[in-house]
């Protein structure tokens, strides 16, 4: 097929047809989900049994609002990383992978934003209960931060370093 419309090399010496390329990112993507998906699936179950221990009553108004809202950011949490598994179940067969491709990336990106802002919640909650002072979100935001690094900075200082072609993958 050289010369094929549809072929394309990019910087990495790879041949590979649109859809070829689709079916490659997906698989990588649905890798990805994986280990977020069981990260977010148990965080978000223990997070669901905190309203039935025998503390729960005691807790502050400010620390019950702290676990609504980390319960609610959970469930969106959850939604956003379980949503490209759904989306590809009712488009598998369309003809729209490259598009669905692009729509679950997309997802997948918002999912983790609300993981680390889950993440944040829970620490800032557990933290505040066990330590009872202002430090507890000194340390949330400590480790805000250092989400910030492993997920966000390290992967931009790679992508910066590196030499992207005009189509990245």
């Known amino acids: 097929m050289a010369g094929h419309e549809s072929d394309r090399t990019d910087d990495t010496?790879?041949?590979?047809?649109?859809?070829?390329?689709?079916?490659?990112?997906?698989?990588?993507?649905?890798?990805?989900?994986?280990?977020?998906?069981?990260?977010?699936?148990?965080?978000?179950?223990?997070?669901?049994?905190?309203?039935?221990?025998?503390?729960?009553?005691?807790?502050?108004?400010?620390?019950?609002?702290?676990?609504?809202?980390?319960?609610v950011v959970g469930a969106a949490t959850t939604g956003a990383l379980i949503g490209p598994v759904a989306m590809h179940r009712l488009l598998t067969g369309r003809r729209v992978k490259p598009e669905t491709v692009v729509w679950a990336s997309r997802m997948t990106v918002v999912g983790l934003f609300l993981l680390l802002c889950t993440t944040a919640c829970s620490l800032l909650l557990v933290l505040r209960l066990a330590i009872h002072d202002t430090g507890a979100a000194w340390l949330a935001g400590v480790m805000v931060l250092w989400f910030s690094v492993c997920w966000l900075g390290i992967p931009l200082w790679a992508r910066y370093r590196s030499t992207p072609g005009p189509d990245q993958d």
């Open 13 to 71: 010496g790879r041949r590979e047809t649109t859809e070829e390329r689709a079916d490659r990112r997906w698989g990588d993507l649905l890798q990805e989900l994986r280990v977020a998906q069981t990260g977010v699936q148990i965080l978000f179950g223990f997070l669901l049994t905190v309203v039935f221990q025998q503390r729960f009553p005691q807790l502050s108004d400010t620390d019950r609002h702290l676990y609504v809202a980390t319960v």
